[in-house]
């Protein structure tokens, strides 16, 4: 069970400090957004390269962009350790998801609330993780979408008939209110943005939202 707290809800002026906070997950989740595949703007690479130097877990990079065929890669390059990029984007993915393990990253397919999972089985065996989107993606702070955690159980049914370590994550509204019905579901990586930021202690935050997902490991 891994958490992985969304820099998103951070304070964007006092990012090096917002990691240090967050030392004790197991991952930085970082969006990065164009205004084109979602309305909204976020960081691109140079920032995501400044992060990786001083972080002190890995990070994992969220793609909501357009073209990833073409701008996924180099995030992988620069060293982050998990790349993530839509489906909904994607023109070749298995080209798209060999070259990010090329460069040494984990793998990762995401999926928005609309996207059926089983048109994209045939992929996990190029992916290291699948992302189940529980809110339509593009800003923070979104209510929870419960009736996503039929999809994250499906994911979960196929990465075991397939085998491998494949990790099922999920992104958006995760919170102590609602990370334990994700696990039960079958989610193993757990993004949590506000619920961390907003808390007035993110290490505890991140211990309590761990222990709740443990509790309840599928």
Known sequence: MQISPSILS??????????????????????????????????????????????????DCHLMIED??????????????????????????????????????????AIKPGTPFAPYEELLPELDMVLVMTVEPGFGGQSFMADQMPKVAQVREAVKRHGGDIWVQVDGGVSARTIEQCAEAGADVFVAGSAVYGAESAAAAVEELRALAQGHAH
């Open 68 to 109: 990833p065929d073409r701008w996924a890669p180099p995030y992988a390059e620069a060293g982050a350790q998990s790349v993530t990029f839509h489906i909904e984007a994607a023109k070749d993915p298995v080209t798209l998801a060999r070259g990010i393990r090329a460069q040494g990253a984990r793998a990762s397919m």
């Open 10 to 59: 951070a304070d964007f002026a006092n990012l090096q400090s917002e990691l240090q906070a967050i030392a004790t997950a197991d991952w930085a989740h970082v969006d990065v957004m164009d205004a084109h595949f979602v309305p909204n703007l976020t960081l691109g690479l140079p920032i995501v390269e400044s992060l990786l130097r001083v972080s002190p877990i890995p990070i």
